[in-house]
C-alpha cells in the first residue's frame, strides 16, 4: 500500500466499503427532512446533508452502483479518479477527478445514474469526499449487478463488466 494512503486510512479512520474502497461518514446533519415532504422514491426521513471521505489505492475501484439521491465528489489528494457514468437513456460519460488539466475538482452524478470508478495511476491512490442531498442512507444504495446491466446496457458490456461482480 502507498504510504500515504496507509496515513489517511489510519489518520481518518477510513474502514471497508461495500462497493470496494475505504471511508468514513464525517458529517450528517441533525435535522431531517419527513418523508411526506420528499419525493415518493423515499421510503423513510432523510437528513438534509451528508458527506464522507472516499478513499481507492492500487487497482481498488468502486463498483457500478446508483443512489436516489444526487451526489457531488470533491478531490483532496492523489492521483486522478475516472468516474464511469451510465445515465437513464443509457448514455456513458467518462469524467476524471482530481488535479491534472484536464480534471475537475468536483463533479456531480445525478440521482439514479449507475457510476463506478477507478484511479487512473496504479501505483498510487486517490483521496476524495462524497456529499449527498438528501442525506444517504443505505436503503437509497443499490449495487450493480452484472447481468442485470449487461441486460439493460449491453452496448456498455466492457466496463460493466469490469465493474461489477460476477
Not at 481518518?12 to 461495500?18: D, E, F, N, R, T
Not at 418523508?35 to 422514491?41: A, G, I
Not at 489528494?77 to 475537475?104: P, T
Not at 498510487?124 to 442525506?135: H, I, K, Y
Request: net charge positive.
Amino acid at each position: 500500500m502507498h504510504p500515504k494512503a496507509k496515513q489517511y486510512l489510519k489518520q481518518l479512520q477510513l474502514k471497508k466499503h461495500p462497493e470496494g474502497g475505504y471511508y468514513r461518514e464525517i458529517y450528517r446533519s441533525a435535522e431531517r427532512i419527513l418523508t411526506n415532504h420528499l419525493p415518493s422514491r423515499y421510503k423513510s426521513s432523510r437528513n438534509f446533508s451528508t458527506s464522507i471521505y472516499f478513499l481507492l489505492e492500487g487497482k481498488q475501484f468502486s463498483k457500478f452502483h446508483r443512489l436516489q439521491s444526487d451526489e457531488i465528489w470533491h478531490f483532496y489528494d492523489g492521483s486522478d479518479v475516472i468516474v464511469y457514468i451510465i445515465d437513464n437513456k443509457g448514455n456513458l460519460k467518462i469524467k476524471k477527478l482530481g488535479k491534472s488539466a484536464e480534471a475537475e475538482f468536483q463533479l456531480v452524478i445525478k440521482k439514479h445514474s449507475w457510476f463506478a470508478a477507478e484511479i487512473e495511476n496504479k501505483k498510487t491512490f486517490a483521496l476524495f469526499g462524497c456529499t449527498v442531498s438528501p442525506g444517504f442512507d443505505f436503503k437509497d444504495f443499490e449495487l450493480g449487478q452484472c447481468k442485470f446491466l449487461l441486460k439493460k446496457f449491453p452496448q456498455h458490456c466492457t466496463v460493466i463488466q469490469r465493474f461489477t461482480s460476477k
